[in-house]
């Protein structure tokens, strides 16, 4: 049996290196030992290529969420991506950091600055900040020397082409699991085209059982030509080993942006898609091309062209845009996420059979997220809503304040406030802004010793009430 199992893996290892079936047993034996051998050279040679240029990366990070701003240390991965000092990494790795730095292949720590990042494709680029080079006398013959400093030495990585991967292909993740500075595990793609809705609304995602866990997110996935062929992301912790990266296809398009505009410059249509064969909703539609209109969101450019729910489109500005099932939906949502701003298109679709043509401007996507701010001694910290982070809330108020955080014991949580209210005023002053609440808050720390509890209007669950809080104790001298 042992032998039998030992066959069937030299048979699989000679299939993946494409060798050539053997002509008599004595050359299948030599052969299957040169293959074993030639395996174990590739996985070396291409974690060589790309091992020294892995990064652990630890970040201070301020945080809200408990009810007052927290500075915590989280740590994390990235990969050098250019000699330069250029590193690829996770947008969660580094949101919201005060300070990042950076512990190389060769022992050396560096600090380093966010360039940009975009959270809907959960990417991050960051800048080594280098030392300063040595100043040296200038020479005809240093003049014609190659430049060969710190930053020219820096060990980095190539993107691969992630669109040429098969199930079964072997691939390595590397990155700094668990804060154990840096390792590597080896496994193959389960899934070239994974679609996780609840992430990414303009990537499809690489599944694979090489081991990844937390720390491992930012860190590379490598092929076995030694080319980053993702960004390892997220993991399952139960049932068995099942990592996801973001693929080298996606970041061959985010990439660029990062560099010139600080971030990805998305575009809004407000559209809300639907695979012409819906298996998950057990809906099915006629037709062989095009993508449904589930439905438009309110205020949005979609509906402001007429737009309906069930219409089908089948072009946009001139190219046929088509998704068969789920899995077709985050290409359709790139190219309508990457079309000009504030520039009429000309949309073909199909409605109750008929052809109807309308015009579509997209506008700026801009902040998936609100802005926070931390209000102590009444030990709460409160955060702008925004239309793609807090929809349930943005539908009761386009524009206002929400309270994001509650500390407990604390002054908030004794008046009864909780997270996701909507503050309406605050001693019957109007709340719009972050910028409203802090004006209130220092006025109000500022008469303290005469006054000492203040009156919240709120909108909890589509109801309006009041609470008084009273932040006469302090907490954080307790």
Partial sequence: MKRYCLSVLLVVLLISLGCREPDSGLEAGANAGLARLDFRKVVKDAKDKVFPAVVFIKCLKESHERGKKITEEVSGSGVLISPEGEILTNWHVVDKAVEVRCLLFDGRSMDAKV?????????????????????KPNTDADAEKPDTDDAGGLPHAILGDSTTLKEGDFVMAMGAPWGLSRSVSIGI?????????????????????????????????????????????????????????????????????????????????????????????????????????????????????????????????????????????????????????????????????????????????????????????????????????????????????????????????????QTQDIVLKI?????????????????????????HRIVFTLLRNGLMCQVVLDFARDFEKE
């Fill in 189 to 417: 793609i389960s899934c070239t085209h994974r679609f996780l809705p609840s992430h990414s609304e303009y990537s499809l995602w690489l599944q694979t059982d090489a081991a990844i866990c937390p720390g491992n997110s930012g860190g590379p996935l490598v092929n076995t030509r030694g080319e980053i062929i993702g960004i390892n992301t997220l993991a399952a912790m139960i049932g068995g080993d099942m990592g996801f990266a973001v693929p080298a296809e996606t970041i061959a398009y985010i990439l660029p942006q990062l560099r010139e505009f600080k971030k990805v410059n998305w575009s809004w249509t407000g559209l809300q898609l639907q695979p012409l064969r819906d298996f998950n909703r057990n809906m099915y539609f006629e037709g062989a091309e095009g993508v449904i209109v589930a439905e438009t969101d309110p205020e949005s450019p979609a509906r402001r062209a007429g737009i309906l729910a069930r219409d089908r489109i089948l072009k946009v500005a001139g190219k046929p845009v088509n998704a068969p099932t789920e899995e077709a939906l985050p290409l359709v949502r790139r190219g309508l996420g990457l079309l000009a701003k504030d520039e009429p298109v000309q949309v073909e679709l199909l409605r109750k059979g008929e052809n109807v043509t309308v015009m579509l401007t997209p506008r700026t996507k801009g902040k998936v997220e609100g802005e926070e701010l931390d209000c102590p001694r009444w030990d709460l910290t409160v955060k702008a809503i925004n239309q793609f982070d807090n929809p349930d809330l943005y539908f009761h108020r386009k524009k206002g304040v929400f309270i994001y955080g509650v500390k407990y014991p604390g002054n908030a949580s004794n008046a009864g406030l």
């Fill in 427 to 451: 001693d019957g002053k109007e709340v719009v802004t972050l910028e409203d609440v802090g004006k209130i808050h220092k006025a109000a720390l500022k008469e303290i010793k005469k006054k």
């Fill in 115 to 135: 360039v940009g990042s975009d959270k809907d494709t959960d990417l991050a680029l960051v800048q080594l900040k280098l030392p300063d080079k040595p100043d």
